[in-house]
Each structure stands twice: as structure tokens, then as C-alpha cells.
């Protein structure tokens, strides 16, 4: 009798392991919606894990999963978030796991971390968006500085947007831009707002006619009858790439290895066009209402730098624009 509850003992301790082993931890920025679909089409193609995901803004998960790391308890075996500056201050505390995904031979070498710590998923791009009613159109970010422009332009702020901070860093360290054009939008009454949302509805409402924005959410407004158009400008734009990453302490790293291989796959990235974004999968079609992947210029980005300079940046800026 004791052997057989024994038994029994070491068949219910295997089968919850597997149970848990066949959990996944995901934390992510992505929209609620864009999040449901991800898991749903991963659990899909792996439907021996079961996904539990936390989403929220990538600066309120960072804090979330600090407070979890210092108390011992890190939760998430991945991360998906909007920006590898974050990335690289894990990389850099030796709290990324590397992996080198089969898949990344299909990207752009500049799209992920060389040694596999982090992969990015789409390529998200900041522009510049204008209400179709306004007098001019905008094709260049030094559109933004001229007189006709002046006290008609929102942008989001640094301090709160990953987008606007990765913007900031690619044109503070452009020698053709550099930080006084910073201080030239200020002079010209650019508007700084929390977040894109704010910039969105500014353009559209005609509050402030002009704005620099993220790609997705004036395509998507125009596709359902804003009054919004989004241009590309002639010297690049910049980009958000929401990396994948694994965590160091990640409790399923094998399964956390299946979402980033998911991710990168044709088919994560067919996911990825049918959401409405630009895949970062060389050779995939663009959205509707984007121009082609060969038409669209990126403005340089380092990361690594961006990450050493950020709090100097975030001063810098405060001082300009008041906080």
C-alpha cells in the first residue's frame, strides 16, 4: 500500500512539473488587442503551453518587474516591449538570457542584438502626420522649424514616450540636426504632449494641424475617415523595433525559446502584417496605406549609445522644454 501512494505521490508531483513547465510568462507593451491575438495564434501553433500575460505601458512594466527582481520573485520568462534601449539596461545587469534564434537569418542584422539577447518583431517608425485640412505638407523634419509652421505642431514628450526618447536620440546625434533643433522647435511653439495618443488627437481634432506621431496610429485613423495623412520625411524616420527577449531567470526557457522562434517565424510575421504593422521579416509585404519597404528611409540608431546617454538626454530636454 505505502509503495502505491508513493507512487501516486511521484506521478502527481510529475504531472504538476509539466504543468508548470508548460506555462509561459509573458510581459508585453503591446496594445490589449494586438496582445489577445499574439498569445491566441502562439497557443495555437504550440497548444501544450498555456500563455499568462501582463500588459501594460513598457516604463509601469519595468517598474513592475523591478520591484518583482528585488523581492526575489521575478515572474515573466519574456518580455516583448516597445524599445531595445530598456533591452539593453537588462542586457547590460546581466538579466537577458542569450539566444540565438535560427530565424534572425532572416533580418536585418541591425534589427537584433548580435549576441541573441534581444530580437526585434516590427518596425515602427515616428514621421511626421498633418490634418488634410491644413495649408501646407510637411516633407522634411526642418518643415518643423519654419515660420508658417510656428504654434501649429505637437509632438510627444521624451520623458514619457519610448518612441519619442529613441526619436530624440537619433536626431540629437545627427549632425544635420543635433540638439538645437531641439531648441528650434521649441522656439517655433512645438507643443510637447505625454504621449502619441495626445499628438493624435490634436491633428485630428485641428488643434495643432501638425505633429510628429507614430506610423501606425495616423494610418489607421486615416483608414477609418480622420482627416490625417502621414509623410515619411526625406531624411529618414526613426524606429521602434518591439524586441522579444528572454529573461535570465526565466523559470520555461524552453518555451519562452518557442515564442521568440514564433515571433520571428513567417508566420508570426504575417500576424504582425495583419495587425497593422511593418514586419521586420525581410521580404514581407508592407500594410496597406504604407509605402514599400525600399521607399522608407531610417535615420541611424545606436542603442547602446542611447542607453549611456538617456538620463543626460532627459535633462537636456527638461531644460529646453520646462519638464
Known amino acids: 500500500m505505502k509503495v502505491a501512494v508513493n507512487l501516486i505521490k511521484v506521478a502527481l508531483f510529475a504531472l504538476s512539473g509539466a504543468a508548470a513547465a508548460d506555462t509561459l510568462v509573458l510581459y ?7 496582445a489577445q491575438m499574439t498569445v491566441d495564434a502562439f ?3 504550440n497548444p ?3 500563455v499568462e500575460w501582463v500588459r501594460d505601458g513598457t516604463t509601469k512594466l519595468m517598474t513592475k518587474l523591478r520591484a518583482e527582481m528585488s523581492a526575489g520573485v521575478s515572474k515573466p520568462d519574456v518580455l516583448l516591449i516597445a524599445d531595445s534601449v530598456t533591452l539593453e539596461q537588462l542586457k547590460k545587469e546581466d538579466k537577458l538570457l542569450a539566444y540565438k534564434a535560427p530565424e534572425s537569418a532572416q533580418y536585418d542584422p541591425a534589427l537584433f542584438d548580435k549576441e541573441g539577447y534581444y530580437h ?4 515602427i517608425t515616428s514621421g511626421i502626420a498633418y490634418n488634410t485640412r491644413a495649408k501646407q505638407k510637411p516633407e522634411s523634419w526642418k518643415d518643423l522649424v519654419k515660420p508658417e509652421y510656428k504654434n501649429q505642431i505637437s509632438m510627444p514628450s521624451p520623458l514619457y514616450s519610448g518612441a519619442a526618447m529613441i526619436h530624440l536620440s ?3 546625434r545627427n549632425p544635420d540636426f543635433g540638439w538645437k533643433y531641439y531648441e528650434d522647435l521649441k522656439a517655433n511653439g512645438v507643443a510637447s504632449q505625454k504621449g502619441n495618443g495626445g499628438v493624435l488627437t490634436d491633428i485630428t481634432s485641428g488643434g495643432k494641424p501638425y505633429g510628429i506621431l507614430v506610423d501606425y496610429m495616423a494610418i489607421r485613423a486615416k483608414a477609418k475617415g480622420a482627416p490625417i495623412d502621414f509623410v515619411f520625411p526625406a531624411e529618414g524616420v526613426s524606429l521602434v523595433t518591439e524586441p522579444v527577449a528572454i529573461l535570465k531567470s526565466a523559470k520555461n526557457p524552453d518555451a519562452a525559446k518557442k515564442f521568440v522562434d514564433f515571433l520571428l517565424s513567417q508566420q508570426g510575421q504575417a ?7 511593418i514586419p521586420a521579416r525581410n521580404g514581407m509585404k508592407n500594410p496597406p496605406g504604407f509605402p514599400e519597404r525600399d521607399q522608407i528611409r531610417l535615420l541611424p540608431f545606436d542603442a547602446a549609445a542611447a542607453l549611456q546617454n538617456a538620463e543626460a538626454d532627459k535633462e537636456k530636454f527638461s531644460t529646453i522644454y520646462g519638464g
Not at 508585453?28 to 494586438?34: I, W
Not at 500576424?271 to 504593422?277: A, E, F, P, R, T
Request: positive net charge; glycine residues 8%; hydrophobic residues 30%.
Open 271 to 277: 500576424l504582425v502584417l495583419q495587425q497593422g504593422y
Open 48 to 50: 501544450d503551453t498555456k
Open 170 to 172: 537619433a536626431l540629437t
Open 120 to 123: 526585434g518583431t516590427k518596425l
Open 43 to 45: 497557443q495555437k501553433a
Open 28 to 34: 508585453t507593451s503591446q496594445p490589449a488587442t494586438d
